[in-house]
């Protein structure tokens, strides 16, 4: 059953031929053969996921069932869940049971889609590898010495390893793309606000998006259709109509004019990696698309942007760990001030540490002008080029990644070669533009991403695209040899 895409399961659920409760335990049977290798769930909850599993079956026979209605979903441990521990792989909220649900685990509830556990990542989702994560790092199901990418990188396992239909993850600088591209899935970042943060433990509030993360670009519509819409609780959330993101689906990509930004193709990309992305917008100039070169001139500029504003925001929005209202309590305090030292020191792990700092050093008196006001206008110089670009393309694609998944342990003392594994998914982030990922190929048995990026409120052109692309390759439909 877990070979099937989301709409097999939908017509075999509608049609009677097999029941929620039955994919539900399906899964449940998986997880308890496969994750202890891979480490990719914090928490797994068997009896709610049969429960709502239950009530979906009900649901169905009622003839109320939607497309969706059945088909268990995995949350990034980052999303509120009612009732349901959620730690942001933190040992700061390793106790903390959420008394309410996130916005969009809210709507993936309503169209009764059972909740299989809550996925690994990296803490507080600061990482690119899912190393960090106070539970052990996640490894990757298509070789168990690299890692899956990060934050998301246990909801790409879990996909990957067929350890759940879909998942829901988050991408602040590529956190969803990234993993998808690493474990050879798909994942999708929408446009900033297009689906609410909600219930998300905010990171960096100006980059946070919530995204689906499955095998295709088919299913990815299909669970973006249910997760994305207005929010009134989040004040960033776009007050705009929800598109049909599968309406799209099946459309020519004859004249579609594809970017190609030959500042993604210099120093830096591994060879390999750049041979299997070529070939791939090669397959989608055979679909009828053009290519032209575009320019992104600032390129080089969006991490050391991005790693001082979203430090600057984390350093804010952690501050409410204290170990008074929120989060880890160290014992015995001598006073206030011992209790804040010794809460956050003992709660948070080595890397949110560093950007708490940075990010504290940026706001304080004297360096705001010379860091942050500087970061916000290289910010703004990174959005115009993309501005630009779009002036003559409709869409742009490169790399994900500049390389393969790494080895486990092998940046985890070089924090500048970590950041620089999401040198083309940042910009995005900057921007706020919606960005998509779509396994592309393999180099030593290591999965690589066709990354496709869009003007503001386009996931459906990207996701046709992607899915035209996916009715010619088989990419996506591969799986790890030992998970089959």
């Not at 106790?95 to 809550?118: C, E, R, S, W």
């Not at 001598?334 to 956050?344: A, F, G, H, T």
Request: contains cysteine; hydrophobic residues 40%.
């Amino acid at each position: 059953m877990h070979n099937l895409t989301i709409k097999q399961m939908s017509e075999k659920l509608h049609a009677g031929e097999i029941t929620s409760v039955q994919l539900t335990q399906h899964y449940l049977d998986r997880i308890s053969q496969y994750d202890a290798e891979l480490n990719a769930y914090v928490t797994v909850t068997p009896e709610l996921a049969i429960a709502m599993a239950k009530e979906a079956d009900e649901m169905l026979a009622a003839g109320k069932g939607e497309l969706l209605t059945g088909i268990p979903v995995a949350h990034k441990d980052i999303f509120c869940t009612d009732g349901v521990k959620t730690s942001c792989s933190s040992k700061m909220l390793d106790n903390f049971i959420a008394p309410y649900d996130a916005h969009v685990v809210t709507q993936l509830k309503k169209v009764g889609m059972p909740i299989l556990g809550k996925t690994n990542m990296d803490e507080f989702a600061m990482g690119s590898s899912s190393e960090s994560s106070y539970y052990g790092p996640t490894k990757n199901p298509w070789d168990l010495n690299a890692v899956p990418g990060g934050s998301s990188g246990g909801a790409a396992a879990v996909i990957a390893a067929g350890l759940a239909p879909m998942a829901t993850g988050t991408d602040t600088g590529g956190s969803i793309r990234q993993p998808a591209s690493f474990c050879g899935i798909t994942g999708i970042k929408p446009t900033y606000g297009s689906v609410s943060r909600f219930g998300i433990v905010a990171y960096a509030s100006s980059f946070d998006q919530a995204g689906p993360m499955t095998r295709s670009a088919e299913d990815a519509a299909w669970m973006l259709n249910a997760m994305a819409g207005f929010d009134e609780r989040d004040s960033t959330s776009l007050e705009r109509e929800t598109p049909d993101y599968a309406a799209e689906l099946g459309q020519s990509l004859k004249g579609l004019k594809v970017g190609v930004p030959a500042e993604y193709f210099e120093d830096g990309l591994d060879p390999d990696v750049e041979i299997v992305v070529v070939n791939a917008i090669a397959e989608i100039e055979k679909l009828g698309a053009e290519i032209v070169e575009v320019h992104l001139p600032n390129k080089d500029l969006a991490v050391p942007s991005y790693y001082v504003l979203a430090p600057a925001e984390a350093s804010s929005n952690l501050s409410r760990f204290d170990g008074v209202r929120f989060g880890h309590r160290c014992e015995n305090p001598k006073d206030l001030e011992d209790l804040y030292k010794r809460s956050r020191s003992e709660g948070f792990g080595a890397e949110v540490k560093r950007r708490i700092m940075v990010g504290a050093y940026a706001l304080s008196a004297g360096f705001y002008d010379a860091y942050y006001l500087k970061a916000q206008k290289l910010r703004r110089m990174v959005r115009d080029d993309f501005t630009k670009a779009f002036e003559s393309c409709d869409v742009i694609m490169g790399p994900v990644a500049p390389s393969t998944a790494f080895n486990i342990g092998e940046k985890s003392d070089d924090q500048v070669s970590m950041y620089l594994s999401d040198l083309y998914t940042i910009p995005v982030n900057l921007a706020g533009l919606p960005g998509l990922s779509v396994p592309a190929g393999f180099v030593n048995n290591r999965p690589v991403g066709l990354h496709i990026v869009g003007p503001y409120f386009s996931e459906a052109k990207l996701l046709n695209i992607g899915h035209q692309y996916q009715q010619v390759t088989d990419w996506h439909k591969q799986m790890p040899e030992q998970y089959q």
